[in-house]
């Protein structure tokens, strides 16, 4: 579980392709009313916002009401943990393969 919100993991909200869909058009506008979001999906308003509502609880969404209308934001910092759990990985396998590079160079000698 995320430390920044205990209510739902930030692996677990993205892990779903619809919401990495989501949070995609987010990152790529501004803010963007329901309708328009909506409008990107082979599914209905209802459904798009069971979605939002996950990346909302995990922090990764954020809306506000204007008149009548919901329009919703990515919040990118929980990404974070995201980024340095794969960096981590990232140098672990580095290294891993610098160390068999290294053994097989001295296994050609």
Same mark, same amino acid.
């Given at each position: 579980m995320s430390d920044n919100n205990? %209510?739902?993991d930030v692996f677990g909200a993205i892990a779903d392709p619809t919401r990495r869909r989501l949070?995609? %058009?987010l990152a790529e506008a501004?803010?963007?009313p329901l309708h328009e979001l909506t409008g990107q999906f082979?599914?209905?308003r209802t459904a798009v916002s069971k979605h939002l509502a996950i990346l909302k609880e995990a922090g *990764?969404?954020?809306d506000r009401k204007v008149g009548r209308e919901t329009r919703f934001r990515l919040n990118a910092a929980p990404l974070r943990e995201i980024?340095?759990?794969v960096g981590?990985?990232?140098r672990f396998w580095s290294a891993n393969m610098m160390r068999l590079n290294q *053994? *097989?160079?001295e296994e050609e000698e």
């Open positions: 205990p %209510l739902r949070v995609r %058009l501004e803010e963007i082979n599914m209905g *990764l969404v954020l980024q340095d759990w981590f990985y990232s *053994l *097989l160079e």
